[in-house]
């Protein structure tokens, strides 16, 4: 029964990406999961005594934890490695899969009978799927035993519930951001964007917003691929919610930036040139540029592939725009990658051990060193990201609370994507603001029922 669930499941996740699809730091590189796929392909034998394998470098025995994960660069592997010099009683042996491979290979693992003991997560909806299909194992008794702190994952954490019960821990995380060109703000000498409201960023990017044509400089910059409805997240809202006036606001301010202001690239301009938006920000064609935490890895990839662009470039981070004025300001994020352990492994103390040490502070501080950024924060992790990324003001992504731009229900995918296509109909000009909220629903409707 179990393998027919999955098969169903594989159907359904072809394509699932981090919402951090976007923000996923993967650096899809090759590695040697074909060898890997095809060794642990033959069942293996059926106690847990027979399962353990010797660690002869230590000269005892150890249990040995299979491990998977897509490719997600040099400090995972710091990671286990760290784990495996710690650990007394648990090896780890860790299989890196290529990014756009790797849902596809879990799915036929978790289907056979492979020796996989602990697995990554890059989508709350695949925890979900997992969970409901019985192949993950609920650690809500494990974390509640060891005395887990799982405080330090924030509050959204407890939103991965499924049936209430715990099925992965997080390891990394993701949150959004308003950055920015110092240099051009200081040329300009106006104060730098902090502590906005979406109509004060909407009303200054107007203002920066000069030239014409091809020597346009835009106030702000937000792609023609992004699926984060901000407004209507951050009013707490989202798109199964019956009442669409959150999202509404979100629609007609996305048209008054491209359309009305031109204080962005058009929808239709960015859609017909395939503008490449880290690139326009750094090259000074934009103030501004709302967007995901990956978004720094990619200035400073720029910037090291050529260290000209700092001639007239200079990062800053604020916070992101808010609805209205607030003490307490909210973005979007929260923990987005997950570890858990396969129902069927016969190593679960073993497993959640080495769990409990990736979605803790001693490996959050690779995660932080690497510049991306992981489900435990507290002051020190935030020095480190800091520090890894040299630009100050690190604490405005990662200290403001964070509200998931998902829910943990099957058909969401398939929403954000019709309210993509519908909203791109109405930037377009190609129906009005009404038929396009009025689809969505309908269609929406159609996918619910």
């Known amino acids: 029964m179990k393998k027919k669930i999955i098969s169903c499941i594989l159907a359904c996740t072809m394509g699932l990406g981090l919402l951090a699809g976007c923000g996923s730091s993967d650096n899809g590189g090759a590695t040697a999961a074909d060898t890997a796929t095809q060794d642990s392909s033959s069942a293996e034998t059926d106690t847990a005594a027979e399962t353990a394998e010797a660690d002869t470098a230590g000269g005892q025995d150890k249990v040995v ?3 998977y994960s897509w490719s997600e660069g040099d400090y995972l592997q710091q990671m286990v490695d760290a784990f495996n010099a710690s650990s007394e009683n648990v090896t780890v042996e860790m299989t890196q899969v290529s990014s756009d491979e790797y849902d596809d290979k879990l799915m036929t693992m978790l289907a056979g009978d492979n020796d996989i003991d602990v697995f990554n997560m890059r989508s709350t909806s695949l925890l979900s799927n997992l969970a409901k299909s019985g192949n993950l194992t609920d650690i809500s008794q494990m974390i509640n035993d060891s005395g887990m702190d799982i405080s330090t994952y924030g509050t959204g954490f407890a939103d991965t519930k499924v049936d209430d019960k715990f099925y992965g821990l997080p390891y990394r995380a993701s949150a959004y951001g308003l950055f920015y060109n110092k ?3 200081d040329a300009k000498g106006i104060a730098y964007p902090d502590n906005l ?10 203002e920066l917003s000069e030239g014409t044509g091809a020597d346009r400089i835009y106030g702000g910059y937000i792609p023609d691929w992004n699926s984060c409805a901000y407004i209507t997240l951050q009013e707490g809202s989202n798109f199964a919610d019956d009442d669409l006036s959150a999202l509404q606001d979100w629609w007609e301010l996305e048209n008054r930036m491209y359309n009305t202001d031109n204080s962005h690239m058009s929808y239709s301009d960015m859609v017909s040139s395939g503008t490449d938006g880290i690139n326009f920000f750094c090259s000074g064609k934009c103030y501004m540029y709302p967007g995901g935490e990956w978004s720094i890895s990619d200035v400073l990839t720029m910037l090291k592939n050529d260290p000209t662009i700092a001639d007239n470039f200079e990062l800053g981070i604020a916070t992101v725009p808010q609805p209205a004025k607030t003490d307490d300001p909210v973005t979007i994020g929260g923990v987005s990658t997950f570890i858990g352990i396969n129902a069927s492994s016969e190593k679960q103390e073993a ?7 990736m979605a803790g502070k001693e490996a959050a501080k690779y995660i932080a060193a690497a510049g991306a950024i992981p489900a435990y924060i507290d002051d020190d992790i935030t020095a480190v990201f800091e520090e890894a990324i040299g630009v100050s003001g690190a604490a405005n992504i ?5 509200i998931s731009e998902t829910l943990m229900i099957p058909e969401y995918t398939e929403l954000q994507t019709i309210e993509k296509e519908e909203r791109e109909l109405y930037l377009l000009g190609e129906q009005s603001l009404e038929d396009g909220l009025k689809n969505f629903e309908e269609r929406r409707a159609e996918v619910m029922n």
């Open 65 to 67: 934890i299979h491990y």
């Open 183 to 185: 240099k051009m703000f």
């Open 197 to 206: 409201t979406w109509d004060e960023y909407a009303d200054l990017a107007a």
């Open 351 to 357: 497993a959640f051990e080495f769990i409990s040490y």
């Open 398 to 402: 990662l200290n403001p609370s964070k």
